[in-house]
């Protein structure tokens, strides 16, 4: 049994066992097959897929590739085209970086998440291995333009942090309350905490814990529509749920340019106003 396979385990995939998602690759006479192991080795701890209910697709960037030319090739063959899965693991007794990151596809070594962005996800990546797993998503391997070189280029799969949409019932609000929402919505707009990523995570859980009322609440309108002015609330619901989105993007974000949360704020202050 080769290499990757002893560390491995199984060639099974995480989400499903289809035929068609066997393809192989051979790197330095080892088959690997180019799927998601079932459970992975990691420091010593056995480790399992995050398959989160509720997740996100956060993208990485991939560097270092041209140093691991034949595992790029090789898994670019294997794949035909078509996605495959990638998961990442640390290398904390790099020489370079304690905190590298590497990307790997079917067990091969693809490249590195790129630094400074390496920090956050060697972090991230240890906080999934506290909790018995591992850090996965899916890539693709594309020729760069005007040249021979291969580049892999992927997401990975992060849990959403934000109350389940779903979850939240319809409930009636005062006008008394409605105000006192509208009134915290105004004061996050004021502060004007969104000039580092650190400022807009701590925004994005302010703003998500004061509009989550107000999202029940136009539920109930929705529900009940007579004369409560129910397209006012459909449009507040569809810019709450973009509030969501970004207080989940902002969880992974490293650049606050990146997540549009006093956007949102500033839409739903607009909405109160003209109602």
Not at 69 to 97: H, M, R, S, W
Request: proline share 4%; net charge negative; hydrophobic share 40%.
């Amino acid at each position: 049994m080769g290499f990757f396979k002893k560390l491995f385990g199984g060639s099974k995939d995480a989400s499903e066992n289809n035929p068609e998602e066997t393809r192989q690759l051979r790197v330095n006479s080892t088959i690997v097959d180019l799927t998601l192991p079932l459970e992975t080795f990691f420091n010593k701890d056995e480790l399992k897929p995050r398959v989160a209910d509720r997740c996100q697709k956060v993208d990485i960037e991939i560097v270092g590739e041209s140093f691991y030319k034949a595992n790029v090739l090789g898994v670019a063959k294997a794949a035909q085209g078509a996605d495959f899965k990638i998961f990442l693991l640390p290398e904390p007794t790099n020489k370079y970086d304690k905190q590298a990151v590497s990307v790997r596809a079917g067990g091969v070594h693809v490249g590195y998440i790129k630094s400074p962005f390496n920090k956050h996800w060697f972090k991230w990546v240890n906080k999934a291995a506290n909790e018995g797993e591992f850090l996965w998503g899916n890539a693709e391997a594309i020729s760069k333009r005007g040249s021979n070189n291969i580049g892999i280029f992927g997401y990975i799969y992060m849990s959403r942090q934000t109350p389940e949409w779903g979850g939240l019932e319809p409930k009636k609000m005062t006008d008394a309350a409605l105000a006192k929402i509208a009134d915290k919505i105004n004061n996050l707009i004021d502060s004007g905490d969104d000039q580092t990523i650190g400022q807009v995570r701590a925004l994005s859980k302010r703003a998500v814990k004061a509009v989550t009322p107000l999202v029940c609440h136009a539920k109930w309108v929705i529900q009940n529509s007579e004369g409560q002015g129910s397209e006012n609330w459909d449009e507040i619901l569809n810019h709450c749920e973009g509030l969501f989105d970004n207080a989940d993007e902002a969880v992974y974000a490293t650049n606050p340019e990146d997540v549009d949360v006093m956007d949102n704020l500033n839409e739903l202050a607009e909405l109160f106003e003209n109602m």
